[in-house]
């Protein structure tokens, strides 16, 4: 049975969020958040290391007691806390906390007085008004939830595509060995690379289907088959991913990855082109009356339409249609593009690694320089540095940079910036760095005027080099703060300074819509992986990812740039 990050992660949540409940030690339950947020962002392979009977590497905050926790997962795929807390507390109740303004006390007194424990019957009782009776909720409360319960059910639930991508990587090639199958291929939002998934669609190519789809059914992660036929499939992970299967004749090849890949806003447009020239398409081909004239490549079906083949990350009939009739496609950027990246950590903050570690790692990428940017002060969680602990870094830095290792480590810090706009370190220190990251970390509450004037006015600061995750948003659990990115982008063009991609799997912030604005304006955005560890500058492939869906090429992306040309950029213009 194969374990991932991810299904610890998940364990280690449910439990926190149980343990909330249960009114538990606060620090208790911090301990099994943090782990689960460590598992998550992290490409190091837990369960593997387990398995193999390896030690695990000292993970800050996992001590003996969680860490025996995840050998339990590993080994048995249960966790006996969890199955305990589970008998405790009513089930659904958990699902209640992820609502606003719903903590653990309000969770219990709405159970208590209401016998509320789903979301459903939440969903019911505030319909009715019967919730504004309480006492601390109130009409206002009462609305908010019924808001935010009307979106969820809107929206359902979605995976992150880091997080599907564990889960799909085992599964292509547990199918990739079934005799007789040709091809295999994720389609779907995977492949445009949204930055969360619904479910995954699989298309296999192969001559007979049968033996496929029962392959697929018995893939040992397999909890719940929902529907299963010759040529088509549908199930449930046991994480609760729900995975679509077709099967295809090959000749089918192109014109299925076109009709899988999406989107659904993308297929209607061409399908509409289609039509115009008197050709039906469809996930078999492209059709003349009852003849194929297209469909065993992509290329091919794109041709029938006198269009330009088109990359996935720009198929949701935004303007890329027409970009490939006239033939304006951008190039978009790739990965092997990237010379070095502007944002990771070290130990010296909340990182793991030494400085010498996260180059090696970084360089071993094929990177030529990396951007050291700890924490500040402020963010006394993460070990922010004060103004000795970075002055002592930069020496650090600089001596490291003497023994010429291959790689060039810059100085650079991710700064507070704090409610008044003003940063979290004396100006003589950042004044000594290579570039400064400046970082919404709290406040997120704000006003839309008093947020973006907030980060105007510290864009404003002479060393301000780059706005770090420009909309503080976190995957799935926030939304980003009220600002105005369009006047943040002209700010920055102004300023000279530049916007981050964040490429934390939870983040992905710049978002794609803001990465083709700031493009527009002709502001240049730097690609970091916020690595926290050496396994981490992986996140930078999902930051590529997410720029291609801002239809970003090479020059739109700061840290494309060979360092020579990169530092002149790191200076503003005013
Ligand atoms: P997701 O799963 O919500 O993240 O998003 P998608 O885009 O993967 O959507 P999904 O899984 O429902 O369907 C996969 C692709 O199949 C979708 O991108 C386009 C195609 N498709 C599905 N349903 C329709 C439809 O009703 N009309 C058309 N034209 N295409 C469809
Ligand atoms: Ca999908
Ligand atoms: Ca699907």
């Known amino acids: 049975m194969t374990v991932h990050n991810s299904d610890i992660a998940a364990i280690f949540r449910e439990i926190a969020d149980l343990l909330e409940i249960e009114a538990a030690n606060p620090f208790r339950i911090r301990a099994y958040r943090n782990a689960a947020r460590m598992l998550d962002g992290s490409s190091l392979d837990v369960a593997g290391l387990i398995r193999q009977g390896r030690d695990l590497p000292h993970i800050p905050g996992i001590g003996a007691d969680l860490e025996g926790k995840m050998r339990e997962i590993v080994a048995t795929g249960r966790c006996q806390t969890l199955q305990k807390l589970r008998r405790e507390v009513p089930p659904g109740l958990a699902d209640l906390l992820v609502l606003p303004g719903l903590g653990p006390k309000r969770v219990k007194l ?103 789809i029962a392959r697929f059914t018995a893939y040992d992660e397999v909890a719940q088959t929902v529907a299963s036929g010759t040529t088509r499939a549908t199930v449930i992970l046991r994480c609760g991913l729900q995975v679509d299967l077709r099967v295809l004749p090959e000749a089918s090849y192109g014109a299925a990855m076109v009709y899988f890949t999406g989107s659904k806003a ?13 050709l039906k398409i ?58 070095g990246d502007l944002h990771c950590h070290t130990r010296a903050s ?40 970075l002055l002592r870094q930069i020496d650090e830095i600089d001596r490291f940079n003497e023994g010429r290792s291959g790689i ?27 570039l400064v990251i400046g970082a919404v970390h709290s ?25 770090a995750h420009p909309t503080g948003r976190l995957i799935p659990d926030r939304e980003p703060y009220d600002v105005d990115m369009a006047r943040l982008i002209r700010h920055a063009k102004e300023r000279g300074c530049h916007l981050e ?55 739109d992306i700061l840290n494309t740039r060979p360092l020579k040309a990169l530092r002149p950029l790191l200076r503003q213009t005013m």
């Open 110 to 212: 709405l159970y208590d007085e209401l016998d509320v424990h789903t979301p459903a019957q939440l969903e019911r009782a505030a319909r009715d008004g019967r919730i504004r009776g309480l006492p601390g909720f109130g009409i206002k409360t009462e609305q908010r939830l019924l808001q935010a319960l009307v979106k969820r059910s809107e929206t359902g639930r979605r995976f992150k595509l880091s997080t599907a991508a564990e889960y799909a990587g085992p599964l292509v090639e547990y199918l990739r060995a079934t005799p007789g199958v040709m091809r295999v291929e994720i389609a779907g939002s995977y492949r445009r690379a949204r930055e969360t998934v619904g479910d995954l669609d699989v298309l296999v190519t192969a001559k007979a289907g049968a033996k496929v």
């Open 266 to 278: 993308h297929n209607i447009a061409i399908r509409r082109l289609a039509q115009a020239r008197g």
């Open 282 to 339: 469809s996930e078999y081909g492209v059709f003349r009356g009852d003849r194929i004239v297209a469909g065993d490549t992509e290329e091919s079906v794109y041709r029938c339409l006198d269009l330009a083949w088109i990359p996935p990350e720009l198929r949701e009939d935004r303007g890329e249609i027409d970009a490939a009739r006239a033939g304006w496609l951008p190039r978009l950027v790739e990965f092997d593009d990237l010379r």
């Open 350 to 389: 909340d990182g793991q690694e030494t400085i010498a570690g996260m180059a090696a790692a970084a360089q071993a990428l094929g990177l030529d320089y990396i951007a050291i940017t700890e924490h500040s002060r402020k963010v006394t969680i993460a070990h922010g540095l004060d103004a000795r602990r």
């Open 408 to 434: 060039t480590v810059l100085k650079g810090i991710e700064v507070d910036i704090l409610d008044d706009g003003r940063l979290d370190l004396p100006d003589g220190v950042l004044g000594r760095l290579d």
């Open 443 to 467: 406040s997120f509450g704000l006003s839309r005027e008093t947020q973006t004037t907030r980060i105007m006015k510290a864009m404003d600061h002479p060393h301000f080099t780059i706005l």
């Open 501 to 555: 991609l964040n490429a934390h799997p939870e983040r992905l912030d710049l978002l794609d819509i803001y990465c083709r604005q700031a493009k527009d304006e002709g502001v240049l955005v730097a690609v970091g992986s916020d690595a926290h560890r050496a396994a981490d500058f992986a996140n930078l492939r999902h930051g590529v990812g997410q720029a291609r869906r801002g239809w970003l090429e090479k020059a």
